[in-house]
């Protein structure tokens, strides 16, 4: 009984610990992109080539998650957007976050 008590807890830490490295690979992901395509670009102001959802697929997520993380961003200060529109608003502060 015990060892099963053991490997329920081990599960639960695993489980636990793959939601938070998901969690900071999507943030990672979407800062990685929005940052090259403002390379690419040669400006702060970005349109977005394909649909949230498309987006979310490419990274491999849920537009949903897409667009939590567009909103943590927002509130950081670190983009501003409406629809596929964007604006980085401090480059280094979205390279730093997420590095």
């Given at each position: 009984?015990?060892?099963?008590?053991?490997?329920?807890?081990?599960?639960?830490?695993?489980?636990?610990?793959?939601?938070?490295?998901?969690?900071?690979?999507v943030e990672?992901?979407?800062?990685?992109?929005?940052l090259d395509?403002?390379?690419?670009?040669?400006?702060?102001?970005?349109?977005?080539?394909?649909?949230?959802?498309?987006?979310?697929?490419?990274?491999?997520?849920?537009?949903?998650?897409?667009?939590?993380?567009l909103k943590?961003?927002?509130?950081?200060?670190?983009?501003?957007?409406?629809?596929?529109?964007?604006?980085?608003?401090?480059?280094?502060?979205?390279?730093?976050?997420?590095?």
């Amino acid at each position: 009984m015990r060892l099963l008590e053991l490997n329920a807890k081990k599960q639960q830490e695993t489980e636990h610990q793959a939601k938070f490295l998901m969690m900071e690979s999507v943030e990672m992901w979407l800062a990685n992109y929005l940052l090259d395509l403002a390379k690419v670009s040669g400006t702060p102001y970005l349109q977005l080539p394909m649909a949230l959802k498309d987006l979310a697929t490419f990274i491999g997520t849920t537009p949903e998650t897409i667009s939590r993380k567009l909103k943590m961003l927002e509130d950081k200060g670190l983009i501003e957007h409406a629809g596929k529109s964007f604006k980085i608003l401090d480059v280094e502060g979205l390279e730093d976050a997420f590095a």
